[in-house]
């Protein structure tokens, strides 16, 4: 199969996961929610995230497999990769199994809640616990990841990964039709993971086997991937990248328990994937340019990078502006629909996170043209900063402001990683860059946190606020309002 095909496979399968994922998690929110309670519900909400920082035990190994298996076509060289990659994996698993062991012995966990959480905090300690205790299995078969990837065989995980999204879906109905409490489905759950990982090494390793071996060339060959140093350092390269958009996007939850109470978190974390829907709406949008800046760059084609860029900035401005308005106007009919009053946590948090949403496409634009001309280092580094300042911001905003606080760290070190990924390319200079629609983000940015500042949760304030920017924007970039709208047409 020629290197086009597969990519067309590749990006049609991963785009078909990626909306399903959607319309499954859309669904097993308002049934986990209605099941289990506000209250409870929190506990699914605390799993998850501490899930996302168990991934990060593997530092990045699997990632670097993937990048290293399928750049060496040499077929001995690949299978010395995978057994070198599957030892560290090994090392680090018996590693983080010594330390879950050290955690739970000394009740570590629970220094990160706060100590009026009543007596939901022992409950989810129990849940915590079990999630601890599966992890290190399920990281043995992480590296499954790594073949998929680096034999080009993406598109079959895909398929897989469906498979699995429905498995769990049907559980979550099992657990309700059973009436099991929160603790038999979160270790279903693990167990399911766990199952998971093994049945896709499994399948791809029957798949590959299938085929012949004089697909790949013989030749022996010295390279430096196949060092377990290499891989390693390889690794925390990604180690690093996974760590910063952990910190931006999986850090909430625990500040929420820890400053305000585990009774907060529930209402902000259904809010918070209201928007991470959209944000894999904006994902499908930006992501369809990431394959091609890497070829471009290769071609030194930096013009139709600039005009890309161009083109996906008024895109995203556009319907970043109708996401920011649409959510201050109908999140809380919506959310209320969806999974009930007690899912929305007000206007003001809503207020900033669809600012949030707005300059998320923009930013996955210059995310993907920095990673493209080989500056991962650089996007970690900026996204780490970002995680920092979300944090610091979040936790002393909180404190006075409670979880619009939180949602206003969120926006605020967003505005920061715009402006520092804009200053970089800038003075790089590796493309054209010009500021031509920084005077509309600018309006944007100023004007509708004043939502915020005026009268609370009144809808009329909202409606005025709309029409305050539409003129701002009019009056500053009349012009390029114009050619949007011609383009459109």
Excluded at 16 to 27: N, P, R, S, Y
Aim: charged share 15%; with cysteine.
């Amino acid at each position: 199969m020629n290197a086009s095909k597969v990519i067309k496979k590749n990006l049609l399968s991963g785009g078909l996961e990626k909306i399903i994922t959607i319309a499954i998690g859309f669904f097993s929110v308002p049934l986990a929610l209605n099941y289990f309670g506000s209250e409870v519900y929190t506990i699914v909400a605390i799993t998850m995230s501490l899930m996302a920082y168990l991934e990060m035990s593997n530092f990045g190994i699997p990632s670097a497999l993937a990048i290293l298996i399928g750049r060496n076509d040499n077929y001995n060289i690949k299978k010395k990769i995978e057994k070198n990659g599957i030892k560290i994996i090994v090392f680090y698993s018996l590693i983080l199994a010594i330390v879950i062991g050290g955690i739970i012995k000394f009740n570590l966990l629970t220094l990160f809640f706060s100590d009026n959480t009543g007596s939901i905090k022992s409950t989810l300690i129990k849940a915590l616990t079990y999630c601890m205790l599966f992890f290190p299995l399920s990281l043995l078969f992480s590296i499954e990841v790594s073949l998929y990837f680096g034999y080009q065989k993406t598109y079959v995980r895909s398929i897989l990964n469906f498979i699995c999204y429905i498995l769990k879906f049907l559980f979550l109905i099992l657990v309700i039709n059973l009436k099991l409490n929160i603790i038999n489905y979160v270790v279903g759950l693990n167990i399911i993971t766990l199952l998971e990982r093994i049945f896709k090494y499994i399948i791809f390793k029957v798949y590959i086997n299938k085929q012949k071996k004089e697909e790949f060339e013989q030749i022996e060959d010295i390279t430096q991937d196949l060092q377990p140093k290499y891989i390693m350092k390889t690794g925390y390269k990604f180690f690093l990248m996974s760590l910063s958009m952990l910190l931006v996007q999986n850090t909430d939850n625990f500040v929420i328990s820890k400053v305000l109470g585990l009774e907060y978190v529930t209402r902000y974390s259904i809010t918070f994937k209201l928007i991470t829907i959209i944000l894999s709406l904006i994902y499908l949008i930006t992501g369809s340019l990431k394959p091609l800046i890497s070829k471009k760059i290769a071609e030194k084609d930096f013009e139709w990078i600039s005009l890309q860029k161009k083109k996906y900035e008024k895109i995203m401005l556009v319907l970043g502006s109708v996401i920011w308005i649409g959510l201050i106007l109908f999140s809380k009919p919506f959310i209320s629909i969806w999974s009930g009053s007690e899912g929305f946590s007000g206007l003001g948090v809503v207020v900033f996170l669809g600012g949030y949403a707005f300059l998320y496409g923009l930013n996955n634009i210059l995310h993907d043209i920095i990673v493209g001309f080989n500056k991962s280092l650089v996007v970690a580094g900026i996204m780490i900063l970002e995680g920092v300042l979300n944090l610091i911001v979040s936790i002393i905003l909180s404190k006075k402001f409670g979880l619009i606080g939180i949602a206003m760290g969120t926006f605020i070190a967003s505005c920061g990683t715009y402006l520092m990924y804009s200053q970089y390319l800038k003075k790089k200079n590796f493309i054209k860059i010009d500021n031509e629609y920084l005077e509309i983000i600018l309006c944007f940015l100023i004007v509708i946190p004043f939502i915020f500042l005026g009268i609370y949760d009144k809808l009329i304030i909202s409606i005025l606020v709309f029409i305050l920017s539409l003129i701002c924007i009019f009056i500053f970039k009349k012009d390029e309002i114009k050619n949007i709208r011609g383009k459109i047409k």
